[in-house]
């Protein structure tokens, strides 16, 4: 079998050194014996030394063309690539909340650095023999006319290469040609100019859409053999330049106002294109809109725009608090200052894993998936989309540690994670805080999390937070909360807000609405699913069967476990007993621990065993999985190395150091009575404590943290009460009383004065009558 292999490749190379000698000029020497030196431009002149010096056409071509190819595109990256990292031209970027790590940038560059060198260049190398066959001009000087040659055939070939890139574009997003070449583009949903040219070799070969492939090279040698030879090498290059500025500005991800799209108006650009890399879908032209708009593929798009402007413009209605949040609405807030963690990034560990392996890591130690089928459909074609939505009203607690470290699955399957900010769901919370401090506590819980991801060393690069009223206040999104109310019975509306909305006999309104403006939001924030706690499993079965009735596409949704309170119950923000604040300093951590639910050899309704189950062991196996595992305080030295908690007993009650591999260890020794309360509740304040360390530590360092903090949840003023007046008796004229009154009246007054007589036969009050009366008579 290998000398047929060997057989075939002896007779390939040797065809194509044939076609390559049969087509190339050796006489250099000859070449321009009949050219005037002095009657050529600089340009040409370099042209025709180039030639003579290298003495072999083809070589010298094929050199020329690969150079020019990676100067003029890494040339054309690196402006994208400080743009980046100057805040002045954030105002720009269309998905402002991603922008490109250092990590990706150069991930992307070995990428696109492989692939020139594998697949490009012997493309580059074949292709002088290729354009002399067809008729072009490659060495020959003086160059055409820009303006009555060059030109025209440049502009021809931008519509040829636009209808091919088209229609193989869309070809490419089958699903049996997606998920095994154009996926490998689609790493980045958010593009950067160095990812125009991140695909799969088989985009980049000679039948491909890429710039050196047939979409941009077989328009021009089809041309120049049809019109008989009249096109010239120097054309070809200007217009493989114009072509790898195009594709590389349509993947910078920014849109100025001087940016052609938006003064020529059937030029794409990367408004256009960025939003196929967003949606996944339709925007399939290259340069030109002309083809999206005669084949209906631009429609969402333009339903997508027209929805943002709403979104802006009642931004720009709000007060001015309210817009000092867009700076991170809709798109989200960048957290550029923050590390990327060890935890493996997209594309270095996601383009390693399959589809299954992504949904393994998604999907695992949840307490239910509804959908999952549809999930897996999904990640055949692309990435998922997901968010995690909370209220900002109380003070988060250590309960949001377990959604925020389930976060890091979904990371490293390179989901894209919306944080939604919901202040209005805050708001219709009984009005029990005015607008102005629920926009407070939007800022602070910003902050917050966003410590915490750094505390968790996780990957930030494809998380965005979202606040609620940056599209909850559109019209098109009230007329969709009209459509589900109308729609909507009030039993179903309170069967879906049962776990989350208090039930009364007579409940409000926004009580009733709070499920339908979740469901909605997973349509306005464009996800494929949202994560949420178990008690909202009646809020998701509500938008599965309610959102297709108006139109909009049933999504899927994962369910976390709830943390148990430190009294046994559920951990609330509105009670303060039950769970502990990221704030809450260790001797308050203690009190709060010593005072937990932990009955001698009781594992149900415990509340420090649900911690450590739920919390502390899970952060723990995140660290491990990063390769910091030195940061689990809660694992004691000499601990084997799969050991997950250590108790260290009490030696005056002959406790010793027992170290646990799985909670289920540690839960069946307690039950057994070899772990002593005490002893569990002293290690779980020193897990507690580690964990909250980091947080507080970047809270007490920034004065702007502290600020959000203090206006998010000010001192509470208690009101001194008023004093109560003092009822004045004022008797009635004795004009107007009547006989009886009078009497009553006498009777009153002879009791008064027999019970205060005093010496001298008169009252007090009868001496001062006196000494008035006497004073004056004088």
């Given at each position: 079998m290998a000398t047929v292999y060997e057989q075939l490749y002896t007779n390939a190379t040797v065809l194509v050194t044939d076609f390559i000698k049969s087509t190339q000029q050796n006489d250099v020497a000859n070449l321009y014996a009949g050219v005037d030196p002095t009657r050529l431009n600089w340009l040409e002149q370099a042209w025709m030394q180039w030639y003579q010096y290298i003495g072999n056409t083809t070589v010298a071509t094929g050199i020329m063309s690969f150079v020019l190819h990676e100067v003029f595109y890494f040339g054309r990256c690196l402006p994208w690539m400080l743009i980046d990292y100057m805040g002045w031209f954030k105002q720009y970027k269309l998905q402002d909340a991603k922008k490109p790590s250092a990590k990706q940038q150069w991930e992307c560059t070995k990428y696109v650095l492989k692939t020139h060198f594998s697949v490009e260049l012997p493309q580059i190398y074949l292709f002088h023999p290729l354009a002399v066959m067809v008729g072009m001009k490659t060495w020959e000087v003086p160059f055409p006319s820009f303006w009555t040659q060059m030109l025209p055939q440049i502009a021809l070939f931008f519509f040829l290469e636009d209808f091919w890139h088209y229609t193989v574009h869309q070809l490419m997003h089958h699903r049996s040609l997606y998920k095994y070449v154009h996926k490998v583009h689609h790493t980045y949903s958010a593009p950067f100019g160095l990812a125009a040219e991140y695909a799969h070799p088989i985009e980049v070969s000679p039948i491909s859409r890429s710039t050196p492939g047939l979409g941009t090279v077989g328009g021009p040698l089809l041309y120049c053999w049809l019109s008989g030879g009249n096109m010239h090498l120097i054309t070809m290059y200007t217009w493989i330049v114009l072509r790898l500025f195009q594709a590389i500005d349509a993947h910078s991800g920014y849109d100025f106002p001087w940016s052609l799209q938006n003064w020529f108006p059937l030029w794409a650009?990367?408004?256009?294109?960025?939003?196929?890399?967003?949606?996944?879908?339709?925007?399939?032209?290259?340069?030109?809109?002309?083809?999206?708009?005669?084949?209906?593929?631009?429609?969402?798009?333009?339903?997508?725009?027209?929805?943002?402007?709403?979104?802006?413009?009642?931004?720009?209605?709000?007060?001015?608090?309210?817009?000092?949040?867009?700076?991170?609405?809709?798109?989200?807030?960048?957290?550029?200052?923050?590390?990327?963690?060890?935890?493996?990034?997209?594309?270095?560990?996601?383009?390693?894993?399959?589809?299954?392996?992504?949904?393994?890591?998604?999907?695992?130690?949840?307490?239910?998936?509804?959908?999952?089928?549809?999930?897996?459909?999904?990640?055949?074609?692309?990435?998922?989309?997901?968010?995690?939505?909370?209220?900002?009203?109380?003070?988060?607690?250590?309960?949001?540690?377990?959604?925020?470290?389930?976060?890091?699955?979904?990371?490293?399957?390179?989901?894209?994670?919306?944080?939604?900010?919901?202040?209005?769901?805050?708001?219709?919370?009984?009005?029990?805080?005015?607008?102005?401090?629920?926009?407070?506590?939007?800022?602070?819980?910003?902050?917050?999390?966003?410590?915490?991801?750094?505390?968790?060393?996780?990957?930030?690069?494809?998380?965005?937070?979202?606040?609620?009223?940056?599209?909850?206040?559109?019209?098109?999104?009230?007329?969709?909360?009209?459509?589900?109310?109308?729609?909507?019975?009030?039993?179903?509306?309170?069967?879906?807000?049962?776990?989350v909305v208090k039930q009364v006999s007579s409940p409000l309104l926004s009580g009733l609405l709070y499920p339908l403006l979740q469901a909605l939001d997973e349509e306005y924030l464009g996800v494929d699913f949202q994560f949420g706690g178990v008690d909202q499993r009646k809020i998701f079965t509500y938008a599965e069967q309610y959102l297709p009735k108006i139109g909009y596409t049933k999504r899927s949704h994962l369910m976390n476990l709830m943390v148990p309170g430190l009294s046994g119950g559920k951990m609330s923000s509105s009670d303060p007993n039950s769970k502990i604040d990221f704030l809450d300093p260790p001797a308050v951590v203690k009190s709060k621990i010593q005072k937990a639910v932990c009955a001698p050899g009781e594992v149900e309704g415990n509340g420090v065993l649900a911690f450590i189950r739920h919390v502390v062991v899970p952060l723990g196996e995140l660290f491990r999985g990063q390769g910091r595992a030195s940061v689990r305080g809660w694992v004691g030295e000499g601990a084997p190395e799969d050991a997950v908690f250590t108790v260290s007993g009490n030696p005056k009650f002959g406790g010793e150091v027992q170290h646990f591999r799985t909670v289920d260890e540690l839960e069946d020794a307690y039950a057994k009575g070899t772990v002593h309360p005490g002893d569990l509740k002293a290690a779980c304040i020193a897990a507690i404590n580690a964990l909250l360390a980091p947080i507080q530590a970047e809270f007490n360092a920034s004065a702007e943290f502290q600020e959000a903090e203090r206006r998010a949840y000010p001192p509470e003023v208690k009101a001194v009460p008023a004093k109560k007046k003092e009822k004045k008796y004022t008797p009635k004229p004795e004009h107007l009383m009547t006989p009886e009154e009078k009497a009553r009246q006498a009777e009153k007054d002879a009791a008064f004065a027999a019970k205060h007589q005093k010496a001298g036969g008169l009252t007090e009050t009868e001496k001062m009558r006196e000494a008035v009366v006497e004073t004056l008579s004088q």
């Open positions: 650009g990367a408004e256009h294109h960025d939003y196929h890399h967003e949606k996944f879908t339709d925007c399939y032209s290259s340069s030109l809109r002309i083809w999206d708009w005669a084949f209906g593929t631009d429609k969402k798009y333009h339903a997508y725009r027209a929805q943002q402007k709403q979104q802006k413009a009642a931004l720009a209605a709000k007060n001015p608090r309210v817009q000092a949040l867009s700076a991170y609405s809709p798109l989200g807030f960048e957290m550029a200052d923050a590390p990327n963690g060890t935890l493996p990034v997209p594309p270095a560990t996601a383009a390693k894993l399959t589809p299954a392996e992504k949904y393994q890591l998604v999907t695992q130690n949840l307490a239910e998936v509804l959908g999952g089928e549809q999930m897996k459909a999904i990640l055949e074609e692309r990435d998922l989309v997901a968010y995690w939505g909370t209220a900002p009203t109380g003070r988060p607690h250590l309960g949001y540690f377990v959604p925020l470290a389930k976060l890091a699955d979904f990371l490293t399957a390179s989901v894209e994670v919306k944080i939604l900010l919901a202040d209005v769901h805050a708001f219709l919370d009984n009005l029990k805080a005015p607008i102005e401090l629920v926009e407070a506590r939007v800022d602070y819980y910003r902050r917050l999390i966003t410590a915490v991801f750094r505390s968790l060393n996780l990957p930030l690069d494809k998380v965005s937070f979202v606040v609620g009223s940056s599209y909850q206040y559109t019209a098109q999104y009230n007329l969709d909360k009209y459509k589900l109310t109308s729609i909507t019975s009030e039993h179903d509306a309170r069967k879906a807000g049962a776990e």
